[in-house]
């Protein structure tokens, strides 16, 4: 690419400070960026350059890669992360839980079973609440038994809202009207909505970097990771894949996002059970029956 400014502020950004940022992104997250990002590149970190009061990209750049500047680093992966969501995204899958997988996780947990769901890039937490708020739907006594939601994410401004649990009032339109009053307190006056509290006492976000070292071992029953790998590299979905595999119980659900595709080498581990909706083979579940139980550190 040629140099490319900014519009407010003529911060250039130079070819050179272009790829560097690419490269540094995808050795830190995974993520890939395409050839013709600069745009985004240049409206989500012309402000984080002037409030390091750094004359151009090159120089932020130098800044991020420094020991110095590992702070502004996590600030710049927040930056330029994509954080897409909205209450029940993609409501095939949500259907699917409740009719084909709940029921039976249900029955387990009164039997005393450890019950653990996973959203996987989870940004500001829409979609661990719906899950929860689906549980809670289908099994009022939830919380009486060891079920939780784990919510993950790489951006910890979004955790931060996450934890939060508060959302603009027009986030309401994506949710169905049964869980209204499962999700939200009461209307405070503040405009804003309010998840419940005891969705919160069933829900846990933590920071995950899909590239370093996961602090989740499983079994999780349920994992939701949608629309997260078609931003990454091809070598690091494939990580992504086996990773998720590998923490998915033996009859657990995997759902993914409807633009992404699972690596071919787990074809004989994973099955479709609906859209981008995968679980074990009866033929896998039935080798694989006697392996041990892992560890857990969800909660």
Same mark, same amino acid.
Not at 35 to 44: A, G, H, K, P, Q
Not at 242 to 259: T, W
């Given at each position: ?69 590992? *702070? ?15 209450? =029940? ?21 009164? +039997? ?35 079920? +939780? ?11 931060? +809202? ?34 419940? *509290?005891?969705? !919160? ?8 970097? =899909? ?8 079994? =999780? ?26 923490? /998915?119980? *033996? ?16 074809? /004989? ?10 679980? +074990? ?10 392996? !041990? ?7």
């Amino acid at each position: 690419m040629s140099p490319t400014a900014a519009g407010h502020g003529e911060i250039l950004l130079s070819a050179a400070a272009f790829e560097g940022i690419r490269a540094l992104l995808k050795c830190k997250t995974g993520i890939h960026l395409e050839e013709n990002s600069d745009s985004m590149i240049l409206s989500r970190l012309s402000s984080r350059v002037r409030r390091q009061r750094l004359p151009d990209f090159d120089a932020y750049l130098a800044h991020v890669r420094s020991e110095a500047g590992a *702070q502004e680093l996590v600030q710049m992966i927040n930056a330029l992360t994509t954080n897409t969501t909205r209450f =029940f995204r993609e409501p095939g899958h949500f259907d699917l839980l409740e009719t084909d997988v709940l029921p039976n996780l249900i029955e387990k947990a009164k +039997r005393g079973a450890r019950i653990r769901l996973w959203s996987a890039a989870c940004a500001s937490g829409e979609e661990a609440y719906g899950i929860a708020a689906l549980v809670l739907q289908n099994f009022p006594d939830a919380r009486d038994f060891d079920i +939780r939601i784990l919510g993950t994410d790489i951006d910890t401004h979004m955790l931060q +809202r996450a934890k939060a649990g508060i959302y603009p009032k027009k986030s309401i339109s994506g949710v169905p009207d049964r869980f209204g009053d499962i999700m939200f307190e009461p209307d405070g006056g503040d405009g804003k909505l309010h998840i419940r *509290q005891r969705l !919160k006492d069933m829900t846990t976000f933590r920071y995950l970097n =899909f590239v370093d070292p996961w602090p989740v071992r499983g079994p =999780f029953q349920v994992i939701f990771c949608r629309n997260v790998a078609i931003y990454m590299a091809p070598d690091t979905q494939s990580r992504i894949w086996q990773g998720l595999e590998n923490v /998915l119980d *033996q009859e657990g659900a995997l759902f993914i996002g409807h633009s992404e595709r699972i690596s071919p080498d787990l074809a /004989l581990q994973l099955e479709l059970f609906g859209p981008t909706s995968f679980r +074990r083979p009866l033929s896998f579940i039935g080798q694989n029956a006697n392996q !041990k139980e892992r560890g857990d550190v969800t909660t």
